[in-house]
């Protein structure tokens, strides 16, 4: 093929594939002809969309640390858009994968249903939600570009599903949401909030663009019946939304934010509160990230007690249009300071989450599978019999307990149940919690770590800081020094790699459940 017909391919990808909420497309697999067609590939994608550069990646089997590119691309945000040569046709399970684009004719059925199996994994397989189109994936999309007159999908009878438009960017997308709700029953403040804006959006059209200055009747005419933008549905939808995708377009993470957060007007006019508890998770969980920069970050720290707000039970009980635009209006600006993070909390949308904490214990001393594996457990055993266990056995056990309930692992229970991982555990073997745990680690942790020792102030800095992240999460690794909240500190600056070793080795042998 020609750089031409190169390019129209990659641009017609772009213009259709299923995208994220930043605005970069889903996880994609492009099936390439040849390794040199997929090196090519890369090239074109650099010259015709140089900002996604970090996010393609040739993945060919004569590539250095092919098995690791792979991981990569399982694990990690980056890159989006893999170009496969045979690596990624079989026998790797990434259930993110969204766009499936062939490139070349595939003649063999079992190779070809193997190939199109990289994209049939549901929500439910998915860790990494913040990858997917609106954090749901309901189908995924095949991109079959005849090559030489040869059709994948009829040679391969497809029964092919009902065409989808293109793909839309976030700040459309968070446009349309608006229009939509003009057809709700709104009071005349809930009517104002929504009409302010998609007014302001209409204000930041560029009027110099030619595209724009065609429909510039359109525009004065919604202007002029601003008051009453309900009776300008469709002319809006049919007129203003595409000009939408020419407007500059803000932080990827802050329009996120906003196309996520904007749901929850429709879901208070609904009163669908299952769902307005999902999306209380997603936002706390971004709140939280953010709020880790008060110290470091000024415009975050002046923002605090707005942070913390949200962050309280009492925030999200009878929830209000009000509500969701304080949100907006004072949270969505400090969404540019997220950083994602490896360790990050999986939203699980199994109903247990949802229910109150007693319930949820109920439920799960309930559970005979769990009953029988608590009975049989050595470390459970332990436990019982006055051992305790170290740090590298409760991840043991959490993996264990995970392999039966997805949702039992420390994150998830202490994140969305709102209790201390060993306190559960201890309630759900039948034992009374004599001592907080989190205290009974911190008290070991400056018997063992900090002890006599001398250190300069910003040494303890760290170590507090330390403690307080390894009593609430009960494990540590060396690479977590690395990341947030450790890596705020700087212990590199500080310690030596060998002094955090040895640290990081006395927090292991620390028992976190006596």
Sequence with gaps: MDDKTNELIIREFMNSCYKSDEG?????????????????????????????????????????????????FQKESEPRIALSVGMLDTGVDIPEVCNLVFVKPVFSH??????????????????????????????????????????????????????????????????????????????????????????????????????????????????????????????????????????????????AFILQTEKLFS?????????IENMRTYVQEMV???????????????????????L???????????DVEFMIRELSPLMKYYEPTRKKVIQIDAPDLVLSRDKFTKKIKEDEQLKDFLESNLLIQNIRGGKGITSGEI?????????????????????FQKIDFMVFLLDII??????????????????????NNIYNSKQLDFLLMLKKVFADRKYIELSDMARLPLSEEHPRDYFQLDELKSIVDKCNAIKVCC
């Design 110 to 255: 079992i190779r070809f249903w193997q190939m199109i199996g990289r994209g049939t994994k549901n929500l439910e397989s998915c860790k990494h939600r913040d990858w997917l189109q609106e954090r749901g994936k309901h189908d995924f999309l095949i991109l079959d570009f005849k090559i030489g007159g040869h059709s994948n999908v009829k040679y391969h009878d497809i029964k092919v599903g009902a065409e989808r438009g293109p793909g839309t960017d976030v700040i459309t997308r968070i446009f349309e949401n608006r229009i939509e709700l003009l057809d709700k029953p709104l009071d005349e403040k809930q009517k104002k909030i929504v009409s302010n804006k998609i007014l302001y959006s209409i204000d930041n059209l560029d009027e110099e663009s030619s595209i724009t200055r065609e429909m510039l009747p359109a525009i004065n005419t919604i202007k002029q019946n601003s008051f009453r933008l309900e009776k300008y549905v469709r002319e809006l939808k049919k007129d203003i939304v595409p000009l939408i995708m020419f407007t500059q377009e803000a932080n990827p993470n802050v329009s």
């Design 395 to 415: 991840r043991r056990l959490e993996a264990q307990l995970s392999a039966l309930r997805p949702e039992l692992t420390i994150e998830n229970v202490q994140n």
């Design 312 to 322: 309280q039970d009492d925030f999200w009980v009878d929830l209000t249009f009000d």
């Design 24 to 72: 970069k497309p889903c996880k994609t697999i492009f099936f390439c002809a040849s390794q040199r067609h997929a090196k090519h590939m890369k090239n074109i994608f650099g010259k015709v969309y140089p900002k996604l550069s970090s996010d393609v990646q040739v993945i060919t089997s004569d590539m250095a640390r092919s098995e690791d590119e792979v991981k990569r």
């Design 430 to 451: 039948g034992m009374t919690v004599k001592q907080d745990p989190k205290a009974v680690i911190e008290t070991k942790f400056n018997e063992f770590i900090i002890g």
């Design 288 to 310: 939280e990230n953010v709020l880790r920069k008060k110290d470091s970050l000024s415009e975050v720290g002046n923002n605090k007690d707005n942070l913390i707000k949200v």
């Design 267 to 275: 879901f208070v006019l609904d009163r669908k509160f299952d769902e």
